[in-house]
């Protein structure tokens, strides 16, 4: 469907990364933006899977530098002037209200799951407004018409595509688009114009966000240590990762920059005892940080010395989810289809999965008749895997959730996330496409159409139900629900709840990936940090 206009609303990192492929497509591209870059956003932690998306891309549409975005090193080398944190991992530690942090050689409050085996090839925290800028501008010359600081109010059919109208610095602007594409996250512009109404499933979730971003931040291990705490060597830094506290009112994520700066945003359980309270206008968003910090003393040694280097946000509510996420020529991004929860950083991949399935639905079709039909397909195949994806992932969190107060339990909940991660991030690297055929885009994320996945959120959303549930009945029985894809150790007591990247294990499991441990080798060249 070459010739195509689209119109993309919200310039984020996926509206913007969409624009340019649909540009360098041989589309037309308008990309609408309410506000203007340079802009402060969060979400601002990738993952594995993320960068497997990013250099696809990079390497399907001759894009390198989204591929640099895909790891600390090659960002750095190319990209220094954007600003980025190292994030080699997941760092977990259970608080008690009114306690110093516990912890000693057996690691009964802390969790690490490292994501790369070195600096080099690692993760990154993302500083979204240095990102977000960038890849307007990158947009820009590849030849997307951007129109920022537009207030869009309404959208109609206009022969077999959309008319947009709205204003621009007091000017009315009108223009028509064959297919309309919605990154416009929490404002939701389109669902609110076209009637899409709420799913009825709604979320199992319902969590509000207290953030900001902070200076003079002190490094937990230090504080820990201080506390009498002991932290055994890990895989990695604690700090170079996503920090998560788990708390009794929900949890705080703490991600670190190079340049100092420390993001930073407790998430409240709105059944947790007084929650109301602190996500209600009746206390201002810092008097509500302060009165959690000085619940838990090691967070509030932590941040004692530090000042936010922007005002403290409140979000009293982050869960929503839409009917429908594609429809006759239209889909919404992940963002603006629904909002699970940060926990487990899902937000970045997902919309990168989202941005590369478009793309590849406006590529391969031709104009005309047929070309319409092969649209209204792929578009109806991504709206049913986002439903599966928001009910599986759903599952996954809700249910780490329920058990963060039982951090033995807690852990095992994890590798539901975890599992299907390292492995589908290992077959991605291992096998040019899907055994069954097909390409990796069309994979349902985090193992949402994996029944061994599948299955194993549902067994775990049975057992959590029994009154006398024990940690080795739970163990037990996820160590055998994950088993087929378990290529990471996971669940072995014997690890001390420390899980490094070990390219040795894959070779140990290499008939789980359909390879021999020969062919596993051969390959290994594939994978990050050979």
Not at 2 to 14: D, E, H, K, L, Q
Not at 26 to 54: D, K, N
Not at 78 to 106: A, I, S, V, W
Not at 439 to 453: C, I, K, N, S, Y
């Amino acid at each position: 469907m070459a010739g195509t206009t689209v119109a993309i609303i919200g310039s984020g990192f996926a509206g913007s990364t969409l624009a340019r492929i649909l540009c360098r497509q041989g589309h037309e591209v308008y990309l609408l933006e309410r506000g203007s870059h340079p802009r402060f956003a969060i979400g601002e932690s990738s993952t594995p899977l993320a960068a497997l998306c990013l250099e696809r891309l990079g390497d399907r549409y001759d894009l390198p530098d989204l591929r640099w975005l895909a790891a600390y090193g090659e960002w750095g080398k190319h990209l220094p002037e954007l600003k980025r944190g190292l994030k080699r991992g997941f760092t977990f530690y259970r608080q008690r209200p009114g306690e110093p942090f516990r912890n000693g050689p057996d690691n009964e409050h802390r969790l690490l799951v490292a994501a790369s085996p070195s600096d080099s090839v690692s993760d990154c925290h993302w500083l979204r407004e240095d990102v977000d800028h960038y890849l307007v501008r990158q947009a820009q010359e590849e030849g997307v018409e951007y129109l920022d600081r537009i207030e869009l109010a309404e959208v109609e059919a206009a022969g077999d595509g959309f008319r947009l109208t709205g204003t621009r610095q007091g000017r009315k602007v009108s223009l028509e688009s064959d297919v309309l594409i919605d990154g416009s996250g929490t404002g939701g512009f389109l669902a609110d114009r076209l009637g899409i109404p709420p799913h009825p499933r709604g979320q199992p979730l319902r969590t509000g966000l207290i953030f900001s971003h902070f200076h003079n931040v002190d490094l937990f291990r230090e504080v820990a240590a201080d506390g009498g705490a002991t932290l055994p060597d890990g895989p990695y830094p604690d700090e170079r990762a996503a920090v998560h506290h788990l708390l009794d009112e929900g949890w705080l994520y703490v991600l670190p920059f190079d340049h100092g700066v420390v993001s930073a945003g407790f998430v409240i359980d709105h059944t947790a005892e007084g929650s109301d309270r602190l996500l209600s206008q009746a206390v201002a968003p810092e008097e509500a940080w302060r009165r959690l910090l000085e619940r838990y003393p090691a967070l509030h040694a932590q941040f004692g010395g530090a000042h936010a280097v922007r005002p403290i946000e409140r979000v009293p509510v982050l869960q929503r989810r839409a009917v429908a996420a594609a429809g006759d020529r239209w889909a919404l991004l992940p963002h603006t289809y629904g909002f699970i929860s940060p926990l487990f950083s899902t937000g970045i991949a997902w919309s990168l999965l989202a941005v590369e399935r478009l793309a590849r639905a406006l590529e391969s079709v031709d104009s005309g008749a047929a070309g319409g039909a092969a649209l209204a397909s792929s578009l109806a195949d991504y709206g049913s895997l986002l439903d599966l994806e928001a009910d599986h992932v759903g599952r996954v969190v809700s249910g780490a959730y329920a058990l963060r107060r039982r951090f033995d339990l807690f852990v095992e909940q994890s590798f539901l996330y975890f599992g299907p991660a390292i492995f589908s991030e290992s077959m991605q690297r291992l096998h040019h496409q899907p055994l069954q055929g097909g390409e990796w885009a069309w994979q349902g994320f985090l193992g949402a159409t994996d029944p061994v996945f599948r299955d194993a959120a549902r067994w775990s959303e049975a057992a959590r139900e029994d009154p006398g549930l024990t940690l080795e009945s739970f163990r037990s029985g996820m160590e055998r629900a994950i088993a087929p894809r378990n290529v990471a150790g996971l669940s072995d007591a014997s690890r001390n709840r420390m899980y490094p990247a070990e390219p040795e294990l894959l070779i140990q499991h290499a008939d789980l990936l359909g390879l021999t441990a020969k062919g596993v080798q051969a390959n290994l060249h594939r994978l990050r940090g050979d």
